[in-house]
């Protein structure tokens, strides 16, 4: 039960009474009307003195009196022993690094705590636990459970005292656990035993018991009794708001509970220790017993529904009935049908309850207002601002509003519902006089389109007719539509509405098929294209297919001639989207896609620009070579013959045109591309371009280098012959690891099998899913012949065979060496067989070679040649200047690694020596060194090649002087070229791109001289096979140059026109919008004087570019300057409140008329001398009538401005107009530095009593002497 205390305004009184003085004064302080300011010892209360004797010092009074407590530390430290007895691990030799240190370490990094571990004499274990307390508390609970062996006990108390012992939500039992560092096991309510157990160390379950058996005791000496009391008679036990039971619960500490008057319990139960608890059954009973012989009842019927008022909120007040009279009022439950009242209390107090009981039940009244349903929402308002009115003057009536019936009920105090009623009676007579509904039918499927976009239309329509239209949900599927309003708006809205509909029955619905992948397109990003489209045809309503739904049809409704206008836009949209969407693919050899894409991206960006392409080249590790290109045909057709002039200038590449008629062409291509593909590998991956489906063409083209195109002509050809007399095909299947050998090195193998049967016979690429298919194509004997062959050979090395050889032990390495990268390739090559060479350390020569009989033969061969090759090796030595070691190597060592595979040599590269010692110089003495280091450069023949100079390689003696020959053709040899000095700088253009191109283009390395030597040399450094071209591109670069030095040279021609500066501003133009115009329109620039130089002619514009072009545009500036002579200014005057209007939202509706009437209007700038004054300029005619329709919109506007300026007046409040007294600042009273006051101000200019940061400060010279 709750009690509520209310503040009345006297107890209020009586409590700002009890306020002590300095309270009032500091609370008078805020107030507006300040009668004295306060005092300095007020406003600034003093610090508290030192006292001279600690103990006796008493707590000075004061604004500065509060207690300060010491800060504890928040880091503890605890030592556990655990001795030698008790010690879970007793290993000594893994004492730092056993079982014990990880448990340590777990512990630590689990609480947060800090370990350390000691062994004491007698072999005890002490832990030093630093940390927070409660991090110390679980480290220590762990420390026990993991280190310390365990015992176990059980300790029996009642039953009823376990709930004690766990406490509210188990938290007693944690800290229990924690404080002991035992486990602490109490049996589940349902188990009937008494039996506590206790796990931990003997000490922790001796703590632990004690605390247990503690807790039982003191439960022994607290005691609960029930006593029965009818449940009448509760309410005079507990008293008004609880007080009489509170009251005695505090004097005998007892807990006393009574049950609440909805539960049906009559006994009240009762806790504490014995002698209190009797002291309070004993005054419950006393109290008990004298009401039941004092109190009479008397029973009397109140409506069910005022009930509620007799109880009051919270039941406070049958609290205050019994307050007052003593009688408890007793209520039927809710529930119940009965209304009967019974009052219990004695009878001279029974009169006067009873009179409350009727005052309180006729205190609120329940009353109804009649109101048409649909009127409801006018009563109560936008947002519920009228039904707020009668609220706020009443807050204590209920007013509700019950959906579909006519009336509404009102609740509360019987005079606040008569006013309330009156008001709303009179609203609802007030609306029925002028407001009217009606209702119409529209068909439902029609209502989204009478909402409008985000409800356009019927916004439109409630804001013009102000009425409210109500439009059934979709879910309802109901045709009828509501208005309410005004009866005139209805009417009208109720027409338009109507007319709406009639339309809509009237339009079209058209279905247009558009491929769903040019949806998006057509919507375009964030529905911007779709927008423009709609904008354009605000009358039809387009609607496309959800994108899951996967369909074509895009939907128009509108008006028949809208929706047939709207549907060829968007069929020729579609059309010009289909166009553009033309793809074809342009077989590109790999290494020359760099080329095509350039220097970033120039040379890509460059031809997607021109041809108005999208080009999709593919990643840079992918095996594809194929360039994918989308857009109109004609430009598609463009672009690719650009990207293949491109690798035809790079390379040796033919192209070659093959008739082959165009019902072969699927039969050649192969499936998913096969059998072309095979050809094209077969002759150095040539690319065969094959024409369109269903163009008819028959023309195939074959582009590579000339020999592999020749080659691969001959093949086609033949293939289209077998093909059009009779063509056979044959599959047989091998294991993967067998096509390399079945194919042999170098094709060998297969093509030895090719002629002797004229069977082409394809093997499966890495892409194709069954590796282990072969297809025979060709004529049937041929086939049947190489399928006998291939068969043969597949059978052969499904044989396997073990056989040895010889090797010499000196060998080995050269076998295994690198992970056995050279047994590796034996097996691939020769169809898996495994070569196993002896252990190394032993000398057996035993080579051990096991898989099919003809793979270990090659195998054993291949080995022979290897170790020939081994035994015939010889070591050359390469002399190549270390300088240009680099360039040799090429990108990643990819020259080199080239050279090593093509000639089978190894090449290894000197050591760089940081600085070379040169012979042509000697080193520099310096401070009087000897220069003994330069010594043996001298001794050293000066013809023979440095250390570092020379390159070695090894293996065949031929490979080697060819691999030699190799080398040294890669060294750079460096060419001069005579260039003017004068275009040097265009030359390495910009940050230096232009040199960059250039050097990237030729592969070649471009030397420019310092401009101080002035010198016409340039230096290309690069392979001989690069400079003819680098020298020849130079030349042409430079060719370029001076033709466009002497264009530059022509485009300088200078023409001077005198202009009054006065009209420089309109031939600028808004944002130099017509001078920009002059200057793109006639190719020149156009240069007004600087208006801050004095020096300079301001009526002077001076038109630089070609002669002819310059005399364009003097022409064209004159031309303007003789339609500005023409025009006129007037000066007009327009008050100047009405400016902004007519000037707009960003100058928008005064742009507006300047492009109307074709003049320049300018206003008075802030702080002119006639704000007044607006200037309009353009021709005499224009001139007048811009004038008229100014001065219109001044008289009209100026009448809002006469009008709002009149309103304003009553809506400023009185509070600004009256002048503010100045502030007086804080003031106080009886300050140090008053005159009348005994202390002086300070004085600043005083280093005592101001003294500066690490300054001496005189000592104060008092009269007894100095300070002790």
């Given at each position: ?8 305004q006297?107890s209020?009184a009586?409590?700002r009474?009890?306020?002590v ?7 008078t302080l805020?107030?507006?009307?300040e009668?004295d300011?306060?005092?300095?010892k ?10 001279a004797c ?6 000075p009074a ?5 207690k300060i ?8 430290t ?9 010690r ?8 730092g ?16 705590a ?8 007698d072999?005890?274990?002490s ?7 409660d ?12 280190l ?6 059980t300790?029996?108390?009642p ?8 406490g509210?939500?188990?938290e007693?039992?944690q800290?229990l656990e924690?404080?002991?560092a035992?486990k ?5 309510p349902?188990?009937?035993?008494n ?18 058996l503690?807790?039982s005791?003191e ?10 009391v009818e449940?009448?008679?509760?309410p005079?036990i ?8 509170g ?9 006393i509970?009574?049950?609440?008057p ?12 014995k002698?209190?608890?009797?002291q309070?059954?004993?005054r ?6 004298e009401k ?14 005022q009930?509620k008022?007799v109880?009051?909120p ?21 529930d119940s049908?009965?209304?009967?009242v019974i009052?219990?209390?004695?009878p ?24 048409p ?13 009228n ?14 509003f019950t959906?579909?019936?006519?009336k509404?009920?009102?609740?509360g105090p ?20 002028r ?12 209502h989204?389109?009478l909402?409008g976009?985000s409800?356009a239309?019927?916004?439109?329509i ?6 409210s ?17 005004d ?6 809205a109720k027409r338009?509405?109507l007319e ?6 009237n339009e ?9 992948r040019f ?8 529905g ?12 039809v309503i387009i609607?496309?297919p959800d994108?899951?739904?996967k369909?074509?049809?895009v939907?128009?409704r ?5 929706v047939?206008?709207c549907t ?15 793809s074809i693919?342009?077989?590109?050899f790999k ?34 070579e194929?360039?994918?290109i989308t ?29 082959i ?16 593909r ?9 690319h065969?371009?094959f ?9 195939v083209?074959i582009?590579?280098?000339?020999s592999?195109?020749e080659?691969?002509?001959?093949q086609?050809?033949h ?6 007399t009779?063509?056979f095909?044959?599959d047989?299947r091998a294991k993967?690891?067998?096509h ?12 030895k ?7 082409r016979?394809?093997?499966p690429?890495a892409?194709?899913?069954?590796q282990d298919l ?30 040895c ?6 060998h080995?390495?050269?076998f ?16 898996g067989?495994m070569v196993?060479?002896p ?18 033969e ?5 080995i ?5 090759d081994?035994?015939?090796q010889v ?6 200047p270390q300088?240009f ?17 093509d ?5 290894k ?7 070379p ?14 220069a003994?280091d ?7 023949d000066?013809g ?13 003696k ?6 030699k020959e ?7 040899v460096?060419i ?6 004068d275009?040097?700088?265009?030359i ?10 250039m050097m ?10 310092a ?5 016409d040399?340039i230096?290309?450094?690069?392979l001989?096979t ?6 020849a591109?130079l030349l042409?670069?430079?060719?370029e140059l ?7 040279a ?10 009054d500066?006065?009209?420089h501003p309109?031939?600028?133009?808004r944002k130099?919008?017509v ?14 004087p ?7 002619p301001?009526?002077?514009i001076?038109?630089t570019g070609?002669?002819k072009?310059?005399?364009a ?6 031309k303007?300057?003789?339609?500005l002579?023409q025009m006129?200014?007037e ?10 209007r007519i000037i707009?939202?960003?100058g928008?509706?005064?742009r ?5 009437f ?5 206003f ?15 021709l005499?005619e ?8 100014i ?8 009448a809002d401005v ?7 007046v009553?809506?400023?409040?009185p509070a600004?107009e009256e002048?503010?007294a ?12 008053t005159?009348?006051?005994s202390?002086?101000?300070?004085d ?7 003294p500066?940061?690490g300054?001496q400060?005189?000592?104060k010279?008092l009269?007894w002497?100095p300070?002790?």
């Amino acid at each position: 039960m709750s009690s509520v205390a209310v503040l009345t305004q006297e107890s209020f009184a009586e409590h700002r009474s009890g306020l002590v003085p300095q309270q009032i004064k500091v609370a008078t302080l805020n107030s507006e009307e300040e009668s004295d300011p306060p005092t300095y010892k007020d406003a600034f209360p003093p610090l508290p003195e030192k006292s001279a004797c600690l103990e006796n010092a008493q707590e000075p009074a004061g604004a500065w009196s509060n207690k300060i407590r010491p800060i504890k530390a928040s880091v503890i430290t605890q030592v556990f022993h655990v001795p030698l007895e008790e010690r879970k691990y007793k290993d000594m030799n893994q004492f730092g690094e056993g079982e014990q240190a990880k448990i340590c370490l777990e512990i630590m990094q689990r609480t947060g705590a800090h370990l350390e571990l000691s062994l004491a004499k007698d072999q005890g274990l002490s832990i030093m636990v630093s940390g927070k307390l409660d991090a110390v508390m679980k480290a220590r609970k762990d420390i026990v459970a993991r280190l310390q062996t365990q015992a176990s006990a059980t300790v029996a108390i009642p039953k009823e005292h376990h709930r004690f012992v766990i406490g509210k939500n188990g938290e007693k039992l944690q800290d229990l656990e924690l404080k002991t560092a035992t486990k602490i096991q109490i049996p589940r309510p349902d188990d009937a035993s008494n039996q506590i157990r206790i796990t931990g160390t003997k000490e922790g379950i001796e703590k632990a018991r004690h605390e247990v058996l503690l807790i039982s005791a003191e439960q022994d000496k607290r005691a609960v009794e029930r006593l029965e009391v009818e449940k009448a008679f509760h309410p005079f036990i507990a008293g008004p708001y609880n007080r009489l039971v509170g009251e005695i619960m505090q004097e005998t500490g007892t807990r006393i509970n009574i049950p609440p008057p909805s539960v049906n319990r009559t006994e009240i139960v009762f806790t504490g220790e014995k002698e209190q608890l009797a002291q309070a059954v004993a005054r419950i009973k006393k109290i008990y017993e004298e009401k039941k012989k004092k109190t009479t009842t008397i029973a009397v019927e109140v409506k069910k529904s005022q009930h509620k008022y007799v109880i009051g909120p919270k039941g406070n007040s049958l609290q205050e009935i019994l307050e007052r009279t003593g009688v408890s009022v007793e209520i039927p439950p809710s529930d119940s049908v009965s209304e009967t009242v019974i009052l219990r209390g004695e009878p001279e107090k029974l009169g006067q309850a009873l009179t409350e009981v009727y005052a309180k039940a006729n205190s609120f009244t329940v009353s109804s207002v009649s109101a048409p349903s649909w009127l409801h929402r006018f009563i109560i308002g936008k947002k519920g601002q009228n039904l707020a009115k009668i609220t706020q003057q009443m807050p204590k009536v209920h007013i509700e509003f019950t959906e579909g019936e006519d009336k509404i009920t009102l609740e509360g105090p019987t005079e606040d519902v008569n006013v309330a009623q009156e008001q709303i009676e009179a609203m609802v007579k007030d609306l029925i006089n002028r407001m009217d509904y009606v209702e119409i039918n529209v068909d439902h499927k029609f209502h989204r389109h009478l909402i409008g976009k985000s409800g356009a239309n019927i916004n439109r329509i409630k804001d013009q007719y102000k009425v409210s239209v109500r439009i059934p949900p979709d879910s309802e599927k109901s045709n009828l539509i509501r208005i309410e309003g005004d009866p005139q708006g209805v009417q009208q809205a109720k027409r338009e509405l109507l007319e709406l509909a009639s339309r809509m029955e009237n339009e079209r619905t058209k279905d247009l098929i558009i491929e769903q992948r040019f949806h998006r397109t057509i919507i375009g990003q964030k529905g911007e294209r779709i927008r423009e489209i709609r904008d354009k045809f605000p009358e039809v309503i387009i609607n496309f297919p959800d994108p899951a739904q996967k369909s074509d049809i895009v939907q128009l409704r509108g008006p028949k001639n809208e929706v047939e206008k709207c549907t060829k836009y968007m069929q020729k949209m579609v059309a010009d989207l289909v166009e553009n969407s033309y793809s074809i693919s342009v077989p590109i050899f790999k290494q020359f896609h760099k080329n095509i894409i350039g220097k970033g991206g120039a040379n890509i960006k460059k031809i997607r620009e021109e041809s108005n392409t999208k080009i999709d080249l593919p990643a840079e590790n992918s095996n594809s070579e194929t360039i994918i290109i989308t857009g109109k045909r004609a430009n598609c057709e463009a672009a690719r013959s650009r990207i293949l002039s491109i690798q035809k200038d790079l390379a040796n590449i033919a192209e070659l045109e093959v008739s082959i008629p165009a019902k072969l062409h699927n039969s050649l291509i192969g499936t998913k591309g096969r059998l072309i593909r095979s050809i094209m590998e077969e002759c150095g991956g040539v690319h065969i371009h094959f024409p369109v489906e269903g163009s008819g063409s028959d023309t195939v083209v074959i582009r590579g280098p000339a020999s592999d195109v020749e080659k691969a002509k001959k093949q086609l050809l033949h293939l289209a012959e077998e093909k059009q007399t009779k063509s056979f095909t044959v599959d047989i299947r091998a294991k993967p690891e067998y096509h390399k050998f079945l194919i042999g090195k170098g094709g060998g193998k297969i093509r030895k099998v090719r002629d002797n049967t004229g069977a082409r016979i394809i093997f499966p690429t890495a892409e194709d899913k069954d590796q282990d298919l072969i297809t025979i194509i060709g004529k049937e004997d041929a086939v049947r012949e190489a399928q006998k062959e291939l068969e043969a050979l597949i059978q052969n090395l499904d044989n396997v065979v073990e056989d040895c050889m010889l090797v010499d032990p000196k060998h080995h390495r050269h076998f295994v060496i690198r992970r056995g990268q050279v047994l590796r390739e034996i097996a691939e090559e020769y169809g898996g067989v495994m070569v196993s060479f002896p252990r190394s350390g032993t000398q057996s020569d035993k080579v051990t070679l096991k898989g099919a009989k003809d793979c270990v033969e090659a195998a054993k061969k291949r080995i022979q040649e290897i170790i020939e090759d081994l035994e015939a090796q010889v070591t050359i030595e390469c002399a190549i200047p270390q300088k240009f070691h680099r360039s040799v190597m090429g990108p990643k060592g990819s020259r080199i690694q080239q050279i090593t595979r093509d000639y089978n040599v190894q090449i290894k590269f000197p050591d760089r020596e940081e600085n070379p010692v040169h012979s042509v110089e000697p080193p520099v003495q310096e401070n009087g060194d000897d220069a003994g280091d330069g010594r043996d450069a001298k001794e050293a023949d000066p013809g023979s090649p440095r250390r570092c100079d020379i390159i070695i390689i090894s293996g065949r003696k031929e490979k080697c002087e060819a691999a030699k020959e190799a080398l040294e053709a890669l060294v750079p040899v460096t060419i001069e070229v005579e260039v003017p000095f004068d275009l040097h700088r265009y030359i390495i253009g910009q940050k230096g791109s232009g040199i960059r191109k250039m050097m990237d283009e030729f592969e070649v390395n471009i030397h420019v001289p310092a401009p101080e030597l002035q010198s016409d040399i340039i230096a290309i450094t690069g392979l001989a096979t690069n400079l003819d071209r680098a020298k020849a591109g130079l030349l042409e670069r430079v060719k370029e140059l001076q033709a466009e030095q002497e264009d530059r040279a022509l485009r300088s021609f200078k023409l001077s026109v005198t202009v009054d500066p006065k009209y420089h501003p309109k031939i600028i133009g808004r944002k130099g919008a017509v001078i920009t115009q002059i200057r793109l329109e006639h190719d020149v620039n156009i240069q007004f004087p600087d208006k801050d130089d004095g020096s300079q002619p301001q009526d002077q514009i001076t038109i630089t570019g070609y002669e002819k072009n310059t005399e364009a545009a003097r022409d064209a500036i004159l031309k303007i300057v003789g339609e500005l002579e023409q025009m006129v200014s007037e000066d007009v005057p327009l008050d100047h409140r009405v400016h902004a209007r007519i000037i707009g939202a960003r100058g928008k509706a005064i742009r507006k008329i300047m492009d109307e009437f074709k003049v320049d209007i300018r206003f008075p700038q802030t702080g002119a001398p006639d704000p007044n004054c607006v200037t309009v300029t353009g021709l005499p005619e224009n001139v007048e009538e811009a004038i008229d329709h100014i001065l219109n919109l001044e008289e009209e506007y100026l009448a809002d401005v006469v009008d709002s300026e009149s309103l304003q007046v009553y809506m400023k409040p009185p509070a600004h107009e009256e002048s503010k007294a100045p502030s007086k600042g804080f003031v106080v009273r009886d300050a140090p530095w008053t005159a009348n006051s005994s202390e002086k101000a300070p004085d600043m200019s005083s280093s005592e009593e101001f003294p500066s940061f690490g300054a001496q400060v005189a000592p104060k010279t008092l009269p007894w002497g100095p300070k002790r």
